[in-house]
């Protein structure tokens, strides 16, 4: 049983900062790639920002410049940190999980990741920024 917790979220003004993590317990990963999606209401959910199992991140252009993406040496937690926040970044955030990473995707990036592609999902946190 693998289980992916996000926390972090919460209500921040225009222009403020928030450090969203997700703990995976339960897990034995092999090849993880991970990835941040958010989801606003009546949108679909989209990747944000995602890490390989190699380390190297990749981000959406909507938070590109602003977004930073980490993880811990053994790949149980990770960490999306967001700053100059923006109304549009209002939804609810998810954490993902791909095991066997490189066999799935050759590249793993924002612009490959898939809902359908990702193993496990934490049950998200919300991200509300207001004007």
């Known amino acids: 049983q693998v289980d992916l917790v996000e926390s972090g979220g919460g209500s921040v003004q225009t222009g403020g900062t928030l450090r969203l993590s997700c703990v995976g317990t339960?897990?034995?990963?092999?090849?993880?790639?991970m990835a941040w999606f958010r989801q606003a209401p009546g949108k679909e959910r989209e990747g944000v920002a995602t890490?390989?199992?190699?380390?190297?991140?990749s981000y959406a252009d909507s938070v590109k410049g602003r977004s930073g993406v980490s993880q811990t040496n053994d790949k149980s937690t990770y960490t999306l940190l967001m700053n100059n926040l923006q109304p549009e970044d209002t939804a609810t955030y998810y954490c993902?999980?791909?095991?066997?990473?490189?066999?799935?995707?050759?590249?793993?990036?924002?612009?490959?990741?898939?809902?359908?592609?990702?193993?496990?999902w934490g049950k998200g946190t919300q991200v509300t920024v207001t004007s």
């Open positions: 890490i390989d199992s190699d380390g190297k991140r």
């Open positions: 993902a999980v791909v095991v066997f990473c490189p066999r799935k995707f050759p590249s793993f990036n924002v612009g490959s990741v898939t809902v359908s592609g990702m193993n496990y």
């Open positions: 339960g897990h034995s990963y092999t090849d993880p790639c």
